[in-house]
């Protein structure tokens, strides 16, 4: 899209009038511009769907510098008019409130308002796109070609919104349909390392399943299966082989380079080691058991097996989610309870030692077990196989545990796949392998 065409913000119809009539009858205290408005609707809906549409910080300081100084009175009345709600979770000096949209004003249908070419607004926007993509000529080589060949990718943009008016929940189609229009307008595409995970993150990543099979071209899907158990369960063999006389040496290697040791401290990982001791002795185990689930890709089909009364795949994944990386206690109001406590205990009848493990790993920051594992996988998905991918001449398109490629691809791709796990923990996991359109 050429840079002198206007800015598009999607909102939704329903929130436009619901705030106009919220601000004739509690008028602002100072000469306001309604666009301003907008853009933090916009600001707030686009940064959710980075974060799973999750409550989020609000950055004032960059809302300042596309806006206006005073933007703090545009959220402090979004606040007050229930337009925007916060996790009300503050922790001073650690933690700041979170925000989203109210979810009840993104039903309905969605209005695109343009910010003109000849606006001030429209002019810091661009520049600040504009400077997050100056350092893009440091990404390494493979990676330049995979960002060329996103930047280059073209969706089927009438059919997926068809598939959004007809088939997506009501609550969710205004957020895809910003998602999609992210994407059509390629000035607001992005391609970056997230610097706290170190994964690749672009539209793709944040993108509706669903709405992937309108990527025009011939594309098939390569997954490994319940990747975050299987390098959960990968990480724990080898710190517990680590006393013997073969460790894996390519995984140590691996490790190695993400520095466990350094990231966890000693102290934990040798709490670990203590453990796994006395539940060897004890013969609760079931490290070997966790593994061949995970290697063979049905963890969660063993889950839902051992979890009482009928729960759906989904579920069980998002469930096994929240017990692995969810706090070990939550304090509040001067009182301590466990989240999701039913659910551990089914999961440490099954898998004593790695619940005490994940319950040691989580025990100074609970937050560090999930982002450790996706280091991992992007240190697999990203630095080894796709480079290797690219430099064989097949350029993926990358989200997180699973790779897009040309269907003509597909033999080719499987073969360093497999070359690069079994180099790596010498074993190949399941991976599960789709056309991209339905």
């Known amino acids: 899209m050429k840079p002198n065409k206007p800015i598009i913000m999607p909102i939704p119809d329903l929130l436009i009038r619901e705030l106009h009539k919220y601000l004739e009858m509690h008028p602002p205290n100072f000469k306001y511009q309604i666009v301003y408005f907008y853009y933090t609707i916009h600001y707030l809906t686009t940064a959710s769907l980075q974060n799973k549409n999750k409550f989020i910080p609000i950055n004032s300081k960059y809302l300042q510098s596309v806006t206006v100084w005073n933007i703090g009175r545009y959220i402090q009345i979004l606040k007050n008019g229930e337009f925007i709600i916060s996790d009300d979770h503050y922790i001073p000096g650690e933690k700041s409130l979170h925000y989203k949209v109210n979810p009840e004003y993104l039903i309905g249908t969605t209005f695109y308002y343009e910010v003109k070419p000849d606006s001030r607004m429209f002019k810091k926007i661009i520049k600040r796109k504009r400077n997050s993509k100056a350092h893009d000529n440091r990404l390494e080589p493979f990676l330049k070609r995979m960002k ?28 895809y349909r910003t998602a999609l229009y992210m994407l059509q307008d390629k000035r607001f595409r992005y391609f970056k390392r997230n610097k706290t995970n170190s994964r690749l993150d672009t539209n793709l990543t944040s993108l509706k399943t669903d709405l992937r099979q309108f990527i025009i071209g011939d594309l098939v899907s390569i997954d ?66 966790f593994e061949k689930s995970t290697l063979e890709g049905t963890f969660y089909d063993d889950f839902i097996n051992q979890f009482p009364g009928k729960i759906s795949r989904q579920k069980a994944k998002d469930m096994m989610f929240e017990i692995l990386f969810s706090q070990n206690v939550i304090h509040r109001n001067f009182k301590a309870f466990i989240p999701y406590k039913k659910e551990k205990e089914i999961f440490k009848s099954v898998y004593p030692f790695v619940y005490k493990a994940v319950h040691i790993l989580k025990e100074k920051d609970h937050a560090k077990l999930a982002i450790f594992l996706q280091r991992f996988e992007s240190s697999i998905f990203i630095d080894s196989l796709a480079k290797d991918l690219v430099n064989e001449g ?5 989200i997180h545990d699973s790779v897009l490629v040309e269907s003509k691809h597909q033999d080719k791709a499987m073969k360093i796949i497999r070359n690069i796990f079994l180099e790596n923990f010498g074993v190949v996991p399941s991976f599960h392998i789709k056309p991209l359109k339905k």
């Open 148 to 175: 060329k060949f996103f930047m280059e990718i073209d969706f089927d943009y009438v059919r997926a919104n068809k598939w959004i008016d007809n088939k997506a929940d009501e609550g969710n189609k205004h957020s």
């Open 224 to 289: 490994l299966k319940n990747s975050q158990p299987f390098f959960l369960s990968q990480f724990l063999v080898n710190l517990t082989h680590m006393d013997k006389q073969q460790p894996k040496v390519t995984l140590c290697y691996r490790l190695g380079t993400l520095n466990p040791s350094g990231f966890f401290g000693m102290t934990t990982l040798s709490a670990l080691s203590k453990i796994h001791q006395k539940c060897k002795k004890a013969k609760m185990v079931n490290l070997n058991q």
């Open 394 to 398: 097949i350029v993926p398109l990358t």
